[in-house]
Each structure stands twice: as C-alpha cells, then as structure tokens.
C-alpha cells in the first residue's frame, strides 16, 4: 500500500497559527518570522518562545550527515526524557504538519485550547502511544488532514500538485525539562542537544539553525519560525 501524501504546508506563520487555532487552540501563542540571527534581529522576536520550526533544503550533504549521526547515535544511547512527544513522519509533505504537533504537544503547560480542540484530543489519544503508533493513527485523523488540506492552499504561492517532489523538510525544536530537542519525523528518534532554559531557548535553538546553515553554505533556502507568546 501507498503511504498517503499530503500538500506540503507553506512556511508562513500566518497559515500555522490559523491552522493550529482551527484545530482548537487559542490564539494566546502565535508564530511568527525570526527575521535574522544576530542578536539584534533575535532580540525583536517576542518571549517567551516555547518551540522553534526550521525549513531547509533537503541535500545529498544533509543526507550524508543524518545518515552518519544515526549510525553515531545508536552507538552512544542518547537520555531522551519520557516527556518528549515524538512522532514519526509517514504522510509524504506532512512535515509542516508533523512540525506543528511537535511544537504544540511538547508545551501543553503553556498553551491554552478549546474545549473540543482535535488537536489536543489526538495528543491526549496518542500520548501512551510509540512513535510509530502515533503516524498510524494521525494517517486516520480526519480533522486534522482537512485542516491541513486548507491550510496547504492558503499561502501566497500555489501550492504544488501532490506528486510534485519537494526537498523542503520541516523540523521542531522545544525545551523539555531543560532540554534542547530536535524533532524530526524522519529520523528514529529525538536528537538531543544539551541543556537549555526558557530565557535562553531561542538563541540556544538558533545555534543549532546555524550549523544546518553552516553544513549547506550555498543554501539559502532556510526559514525559521517562533511560537512566541506576545502578539507579533
């Protein structure tokens, strides 16, 4: 059998803040652009941030390199906290999808939803689930492929057709108990990248942005968003 394929999701924060508030949570957190990485530019971006999305090119180097840390990793057993929420990518350009659950199930604490939010009834009826259980479950959830199917259409430019291959990949990072994770539906398991705090979280983040950016210097396809608390 096919895995299903979706419409990738635009990198537009207007679109993921409509799309997660269709879904039934408050606009109390809204994303919105990080529009350079200096510190000044950062020192713009409202706090607190609770979760970090990066879009990239997907190259033959990027390639090369997650192949290489997924053979380091499994040799060298990672202390991942039983609090991440991690799911697995099998929806084709169901990235930006994957990003947004990422970054909304790893901080219910701060987040507010409606009573009869699908979003926070599929992180309730996924949280005891494996990784993999839970990209079972979300290839059967109607409400969000809908909202997702909208939202895909909604950008400023036309969304591809469904067979089109895009080589932009979205990823999260969150703070989990002090932790600095890198989410990533494509890969087996979380990355851990040390410690980090509320008030450092978005710079501690971006460092990790910049090492993608390093590994891919001709690059410019990179875009990273905030889910930031105060009103963009």
């Known amino acids: 059998m096919d895995s299903p394929r979706w419409l990738p999701l635009e990198s537009n924060p207007e679109v993921m803040t409509k799309f997660v508030n269709c879904l039934g949570m408050k606009p109390t957190w809204q994303f919105g652009d990080v529009y350079g990485l200096d510190p000044e530019l950062l020192s713009m971006v409202p706090r607190p941030v609770c979760a970090v999305l990066l879009l990239f090119p997907v190259t033959e180097k990027y390639e090369a390199f997650k192949q290489e840390e997924e053979e380091k990793l499994k040799g060298q057993k ?8 991690f799911i697995k990518q099998t929806i084709g ?20 939803f409606e009573p009869d939010s699908a979003l926070k009834k599929f992180i309730e009826q996924t949280s005891k689930m494996t990784s993999e259980e839970r990209a079972t479950f979300l ?21 591809p057709s469904l067979d089109e291959k895009v080589n932009l990949h979205f990823i999260a990072f969150v703070n989990v108990a002090g932790q600095l994770y890198e989410l990533d539906g494509r890969k087996p398991f979380p990355i851990v990248h040390g410690k980090t705090s509320q008030d450092t979280f978005l710079e501690d983040a971006v460092e990790v942005c910049k090492v993608f950016m390093a590994r891919d210097p001709q690059e410019l396809r990179f875009t990273i968003i905030a889910l930031s608390k105060d009103a963009y």
């Open 78 to 85: 990672q202390e991942v906290s039983p609090d991440v929420y």
């Open 93 to 112: 350009n169901a990235c930006g999808t994957i990003g947004l659950i990422h970054a909304v199930a790893n901080n219910q604490a701060h987040l507010d």
């Open 139 to 159: 290839e059967k959830d109607e409400s969000i492929r809908v909202t997702h199917e909208s939202s895909a259409q909604e950008g400023q430019t036309e969304a």
